[in-house]
């Protein structure tokens, strides 16, 4: 017989005629206080439990919360490693496709770098070519000549001296107006001979 405050398992559940005196021993509380009040009085055998799952033996054993069984533990497991053998195939596919945009970009830019150092040759290749149209077009004056000349009609116009580079390319150190005067006073003695005074008259004056 269950205690006082107890109630037949068989009340609440059938089961088949195998477990009949299995169930005759067992029985169910309301709440956890009846069963830690009534556990004490239970004959070898008997056990009780509640609409939680909880459990108190005869020999003095409490299980407080129900545990799954095995075949669920085992269910639960087995759907965990579906779910995780799934995400482990969308990683791999996205690593696959990352390794494949990775070298395309990767040989984007080899390509891009390819087309820059062209580009740059055409460029030097374009200004040498310019740079010698220049040259040819300018014939052998040097650069800058046409500054200095301009620059040398600016001061003859406001009447300031004459440098050297003034001269041009084919002046030379000697010319100017005070070389032009040494160059007359430098005359050969065969010159100041022909252009000494004529000789006076023997005459007397009036013949």
Do not use: K, Y
Not at 169 to 198: I, K, L, Y
């Amino acid at each position: 017989m269950l205690p006082d405050g107890a109630r037949p398992l068989t009340e609440a559940m059938t089961a088949p005629p195998a477990l009949a005196r299995s169930l005759a021993l067992a029985g169910w509380v309301e709440n956890e206080e009846a069963g830690r009040r009534l556990q004490p009085s239970l004959v070898p055998g008997q056990r009780l439990v509640d609409r939680q799952g909880r459990m108190w033996r005869w020999d003095g054993f409490t299980r407080m919360a129900p545990r799954p069984s095995s075949a669920a533990e085992h269910l639960r497991h087995r759907n965990r490693l579906a779910v995780l053998a799934n995400e482990i195939a969308g990683v791999e596919e996205a690593d696959q496709t990352a390794g494949q945009n990775a070298a395309a970009s990767v040989a984007d830019r080899r390509q891009a770098a390819e087309a820059e150092r062209l580009a740059r040759a055409e460029l030097r290749t374009a200004e040498a070519a310019a740079a010698a149209a220049r040259h040819c077009r300018g014939g052998d004056r040097p650069p800058g000549g046409n500054r200095r000349g301009a620059s040398c009609r600016r001061r003859r116009r406001s009447g300031g001296a004459r440098d050297r580079s003034c001269r041009g390319p084919g002046a030379s150190r000697g010319d100017g107006p005070r070389s032009w005067r040494r160059s007359r006073n430098r005359r050969s003695p065969a010159e100041h001979s022909t252009r000494r005074a004529p000789p006076r008259s023997s005459a007397p004056p009036g013949e």
